[in-house]
DNA sequence: AGTGCAGTTGACTTT
DNA sequence: TAAAGTCAACTGCAC
C-alpha cells in the first residue's frame, strides 16, 4: 500500500472536520496526506469568535485521532493557506490537491481564488468536490430542488478503512493554539456545545431517538427548543456530520417512528429545514455580495451606516430593557445558540425598532453563533431586516413574543435575575408594574424605544420605499434569482387552492420564504 | 321562545 | 412560523 516513490495527495480539510462520508477523503485514496490549516487572517475577522475556535480545536482533536486511528495522523499548520500549502507541496513533490467546496464568507472566497491562482500557476492540480446539496455554477433555479435531493438520496461515502502513512516526517502543530494565542477576544460561553465527534453523534442520535419527540411544537418556545431541537447546527456548519448523513439518519428514524404522529411531524419538519439550510447557502454561493450589500439596492441607505454606538451596545449586551429581548441576548451569549425563532426577533428588533443597519448587528450576532453559517446567517439577517425586498415585512412585536412563548415568565426570570421581584403580570413589561418600577429602574433600565413608535416608524417607513417608483421592477429581479421554486410552479386551481391552505395552517410553509 | 347585544373566533386584508 | 385591523359568523347571556 506505502508507495514511497509516488507523492501523497494533499487532502486539505477546511469545514469537514469528519471522516465519515467524505467525498474527498473517498477520492484521495489511501496514500494521503491530510492538512488543516489554522488561519490567524480567518480568526481575526469581525463574524469570527474564540467561542467557534474552541469548538473547531474540539473537532479538530476529535479528527486527528480518528485519522490517527486510520494510520496516518492530520497535519495541523498555522498560517496563509498559500502559504502553508505551497511549502508542503514543495517540500513533499506533492501535484495534486483535494478538499471540498466551501461556501464561505467573502474572506474565505477571497482565499480560495488566491489557492487557485497558485495552484494553476505552480502545476499543482486542486479538485473541489460538493459535500452537500449546494451546487457551485448552477445556471439557474428551477432544477436546484431536484439536483440536491438526489445528491440526498446517494449512498454515503464510505471511510477508508486504512490509510497508507507517509514515509517522510512532516512537521505538525501538537498543540491547538488557545484563543489568546490567536490574539481573539475572550468570550467565555459557559454553556458552549462540544466540537468533538463524540458530541455530535450523541447529539444526533438523542435527538432521533428522544429528543425530537415534540420537535414541530417545541421548536418555537426558547424553553423547550433548547432540548426539542436538534442542536446539530454547529456540527453541521463546521463538518462534524455531513447534511447527508444526518438526512439519512432522519429517513431511518422515519421508519423506526412509523406510525406515531409527533414523531412524523417533527422529522417532516426536521427534513425541511435540512433542505432550508442548502437552499440558503446557495444562496450565498449564487450571490457572495449578500454578506455586504442589501439584496434590493433600494434599502441601501435607508438607515443610517454609522450605527447609534448606544443602541447598538445595549442590544448586543442584553440591555434594552425590553425583558425577553435581553434574555434571548444573555442566553444566546452564554450558550452559543437560540432557536430560530428568537434569533429572527433579535435581528428584527435590532432592524427595525432600534434601526440599525445590519451591517453592524449582523457581525455581532455572527460572533455570538457557534453554529455561524455564513450563507445562513446573511440570508437570514437580511431577510429579518427588510432589505431583500422580495419577502413581507416581519417586524416582530416581543412583548407578544414574551407573553406566546415563555408565558410563565421562567425564561425571563432565569437570565434577566435583575427581574425576579417583579410579579408576572408585569414581568414581561416592568414600566408598566407601578408599585415597584422607580426601584427597579436603579437595577434594570426603561425602554430605550418606545416599541409601539418604533415599530410604527419602522412600517411606514418600509412599506412606502416599497410603493416607490421602479422598486416592484427590481423585486421581481431578486426574485427570479433566489427564490425558492416551492410555492411557484405551474399547478391546477384545485392544488393551487390545497397549498393555499396549507399555507394558512402550517407553519413550516411560511417559515423562511426568500 | 325569541331578540338584542357584547364579546369571541376565525378568515382575510393591509401595512 | 408578523401584527394589527376589518368583517362576518358565532356564542352566551339577560330579559
Known amino acids: 500500500m506505502c508507495n514511497s516513490s509516488a507523492p501523497p495527495v494533499l487532502l486539505w480539510f477546511k469545514r469537514d472536520l469528519r471522516v465519515a462520508d467524505h467525498p474527498a477523503l473517498a477520492a484521495a485514496g489511501p496514500y494521503v496526506l491530510p492538512v488543516y490549516i489554522i488561519e490567524p487572517e480567518y480568526w481575526a475577522l469581525p463574524d469570527t469568535s474564540a467561542r467557534q475556535w474552541m469548538f473547531t480545536a474540539e473537532a479538530l482533536q476529535s479528527l486527528r485521532s480518528e485519522l490517527a486511528r486510520l494510520g496516518q495522523p492530520l497535519?495541523?499548520?498555522?498560517?496563509?493557506a498559500v502559504h502553508e500549502l505551497s511549502r508542503l507541496c514543495m517540500t513533499n513533490g506533492i501535484t495534486r490537491m483535494i478538499s471540498h467546496e466551501e461556501t464561505g464568507n467573502a474572506w474565505t472566497f477571497a482565499r480560495d481564488k488566491r489557492?487557485?491562482?497558485?495552484?494553476?500557476?505552480?502545476?499543482?492540480?486542486?479538485?473541489?468536490?460538493?459535500?452537500?446539496?449546494?451546487?457551485?455554477?448552477?445556471?439557474?433555479?428551477?432544477?436546484?430542488?431536484?439536483?440536491?435531493?438526489?445528491?440526498?438520496?446517494?449512498?454515503?461515502?464510505?471511510?477508508?478503512?486504512?490509510?497508507?502513512?507517509?514515509?517522510?516526517?512532516?512537521?505538525?502543530?501538537?498543540?491547538?493554539?488557545?484563543?489568546?494565542?490567536l490574539s481573539m477576544?475572550?468570550?467565555?460561553?459557559?454553556?458552549?456545545?462540544?466540537?468533538?465527534?463524540?458530541a455530535a453523534a450523541l447529539a444526533l442520535e438523542t435527538f432521533l431517538s428522544s429528543r425530537g419527540a415534540r420537535y414541530r411544537v417545541a421548536m418555537s418556545s426558547p424553553v423547550s427548543a433548547e432540548r426539542a431541537c436538534s442542536r446539530l447546527s454547529p456540527y453541521l456548519a463546521l463538518g462534524v456530520l455531513s447534511v447527508r448523513q444526518v438526512e439519512q439518519a432522519r429517513r431511518a428514524a422515519r421508519l423506526h417512528h412509523h406510525g406515531d404522529a409527533g414523531w412524523?411531524?417533527?422529522?417532516?419538519?426536521?427534513?425541511?429545514?435540512?433542505?432550508?439550510?442548502d437552499h440558503f447557502i446557495q444562496k450565498l454561493e449564487d450571490e457572495p455580495s449578500l454578506e455586504y450589500r442589501c439584496l434590493h439596492p433600494a434599502h441601501e441607505k435607508l438607515r443610517p451606516r454609522e450605527s447609534d454606538a448606544a443602541r447598538l451596545r445595549a442590544w448586543e449586551l442584553g440591555e434594552t430593557g425590553i425583558p425577553f429581548v435581553d434574555a434571548c441576548m444573555r442566553y444566546l451569549q452564554a450558550t452559543g445558540w437560540l432557536n430560530f425563532r428568537m434569533r429572527a426577533m433579535l435581528m428584527s428588533f435590532a432592524s427595525y425598532h432600534l434601526w440599525l443597519d445590519w451591517r453592524s448587528t449582523g457581525p455581532i450576532l455572527a460572533r455570538m453563533f457557534t453554529?455561524?453559517?455564513p450563507g445562513i446567517h446573511w440570508s437570514q439577517v437580511q431577510m429579518q431586516s427588510g432589505t431583500t425586498g422580495i419577502n413581507t415585512i416581519r417586524i416582530y412585536n416581543p412583548v407578544k413574543q414574551g407573553h406566546d412563548q415563555d408565558s410563565t415568565g421562567t425564561f425571563i426570570r432565569r437570565w434577566v435575575p435583575e427581574l425576579n421581584t417583579v410579579p408576572i403580570a408585569h414581568l414581561h413589561t416592568p414600566w408598566t408594574w407601578n408599585d415597584g418600577a422607580a426601584r427597579l429602574q436603579a437595577r434594570y433600565p426603561a425602554p430605550i424605544v418606545d416599541l409601539a413608535q418604533a415599530s410604527a416608524y419602522a412600517r411606514e417607513t418600509l412599506w412606502s420605499l416599497r410603493k416607490q417608483a421602479g422598486f416592484q421592477t427590481v423585486a421581481r429581479a431578486v426574485a427570479h434569482k433566489h427564490a425558492s421554486r416551492a410555492h411557484t410552479s405551474d399547478r391546477s386551481s384545485a392544488q393551487a387552492t390545497r397549498a393555499a391552505r396549507r399555507k394558512r395552517t402550517d407553519p413550516d410553509q411560511l417559515a423562511f420564504d426568500l
Open 75 to 80: 497535519i495541523i499548520r498555522k498560517g496563509e
Open 115 to 181: 489557492v487557485a491562482s497558485w495552484a494553476a500557476a505552480n502545476g499543482v492540480s486542486w479538485e473541489e468536490l460538493p459535500q452537500c446539496g449546494v451546487v457551485r455554477r448552477l445556471p439557474t433555479r428551477d432544477a436546484w430542488q431536484r439536483l440536491r435531493n438526489s445528491f440526498m438520496r446517494q449512498p454515503l461515502q464510505d471511510s477508508p478503512a486504512a490509510l497508507a502513512p507517509l514515509t517522510q516526517e512532516i512537521s505538525t502543530l501538537e498543540r491547538l493554539p488557545d484563543a489568546r494565542a
Open 185 to 198: 477576544a475572550s468570550d467565555l460561553c459557559a454553556h458552549r456545545q462540544d466540537g468533538s465527534h463524540r
Open 264 to 277: 412524523h411531524a417533527a422529522l417532516n419538519s426536521f427534513a425541511k429545514r435540512l433542505a432550508w439550510r
Open 371 to 373: 453554529d455561524y453559517e
